[in-house]
């Protein structure tokens, strides 16, 4: 059983920076793949990015990819997604998840992560 708790949303200009933290309970954080969605109204959950348990290997969406970096620090049960260049479009909930008794792969669905956050707004305004 895990609960995740994100942090660190809030509102910024269009091309500043925000990063997202996840607080994750338990002893077996490091045994989990870990990632980031996000969802704005009337739109699916999309995927923003992923990262295996050591943090060896990670994906991204093209969306976010050399704007965004996934990262995590096991010792402390600690998620993070730093978000630089921030655009109007990227204004969403955050949500992180995670995904335990898996292997590594790339692009898992939603549905794929059994544990959720409760999420947390990001806005970039023009």
């Known amino acids: 059983q895990v609960q995740l708790v994100e942090s660190g949303g809030g509102l910024v200009q269009a091309g500043g920076s925000l990063r997202l933290s996840c607080a994750a309970s338990?002893?077996?954080?490091?045994?989990?793949?870990m990632g980031w969605f996000r969802q704005t109204p009337g739109k699916e959950r999309e995927f923003v990015a992923a990262?295996?348990?050591?943090?060896?290997?990670?994906d991204y969406a093209d969306s976010v990819k050399g704007r965004f970096t996934i990262s995590r620090d096991n010792a402390k049960n600690t998620l993070y997604l730093q978000m630089n260049s921030l655009k109007p479009e990227d204004a969403a909930v955050y949500y992180c998840?995670?995904?335990?008794?898996?292997?590594?792969?790339?692009?898992?669905?939603?549905?794929?992560?059994?544990?959720w956050g409760q999420g947390t707004q990001v806005t970039a305004s023009s």
């Open positions: 990262i295996s348990q050591y943090g060896s290997n990670t």
């Open positions: 338990g002893r077996t954080f490091s045994t989990y793949i």
């Open positions: 998840v995670a995904r335990g008794g898996s292997t590594w792969s790339t692009r898992l669905e939603s549905y794929e992560y059994r544990y």
